[in-house]
């Protein structure tokens, strides 16, 4: 009878302090060794006490919603060197105590929105070597204390700076052998970076991959005016009701040196496009040129817009309650002075 017993105790231990049949558990390091085991998920019955899950080196392709449920306690976990395509966005998030997430050199192409939720104690996070394409504008709720991160070696083109600004104890960050498009949604990332490295943070820095005239060029070297020319965000909205309502097909001007800066917004401030007095497209002509020669062409190109479509819309309603008979012979003689004076 106490044979039984003693077993039945053992047998009990085992089941509660059991170590999968592929790895290797020690209990002083509170370690689980799964590396190298051709494992294809996340293995099943690991010690709920473990702190170090080593999971390296396998062709692990997916991970289920639970697989982390019994190891709550967990502070560095690594997937380095497996077949993950993908992450669910539910998968970590259990792990309230994780420090470091090693996910380097697997096949991850996108990563969702809140991706790593509520790992407030989350200090390095690498996603090197994958093919990555596009990271979400919030890695997720409280992971403020992100202070290493890596996404070198993947395909990204731009990084949102909403992204890198929700990371606020960054202090080191590696963004090397990526084809970053140095145009105008990389600016955003070439402000933070300036402002990152004067507080002190350490980089690898931003190597341009396009356009042709900036390949191999380091981002904080390429000047500001080069990116004078900028569209505000609106742009896109306004070429697409300039061309809705049929009127002249001039697009947005990409160069602060052609002739017609103003007719780029005249969509979005007037809905029938009729064209603006001459005075006040002569003057938002001026602004926008002025702003390109002074290299602050962003803040004046968001003044003149605003400042041009509240005013354009009185002269309109001014012209239509009061001017209303006279209209038919203006429009077609205000249109030609423009024309040939900016020519």
Known sequence: ?????????????????????????????????????????????????I?????????????????????????????????????????????RYLQVLNLTRNLIHYIENKTFSFLPHLKELDLSSNSIIRLPETFGNSTGNITLLSVKHNKLQKMERILLESLPNLKVVLFKDNPWQCNCNIFGMKLWLESFLYRGGISDGIICSAPGVRKGKDLLKVPYELFGACPLRTAPLQLASIHQHGSEQQSWPKHGHHGEPGDGGRGGCEPKARPRPVSLRHAIATVVITGVVCGVVCLMMLAAAVYGCAYAAITARYHKEHLAPGRQHGTAEEKEPFESSVA
Do not use: M
């Open 51 to 95: 702190q170090i899950l080593q999971l390296q080196n396998n062709r692990i392709w997916r991970i289920n919603q639970n697989a982390f449920t019994a190891t709550p306690l967990l502070k560095i976990l690594d997937l380095s060197n497996n077949s993950l395509s993908s992450v669910a966005p539910a998968a970590f998030q259990k792990l």
């Open 1 to 49: 009878g106490n044979w039984l017993l003693v077993w039945s105790v053992i047998l009990l231990a085992h089941t509660v302090h059991g170590c999968p049949d592929k790895c290797l558990c020690y209990t002083a390091s509170k370690t689980a060794d799964c590396k190298n085991r051709g494992l294809t998920e996340i293995p099943a019955r690991l010690p709920p006490e």
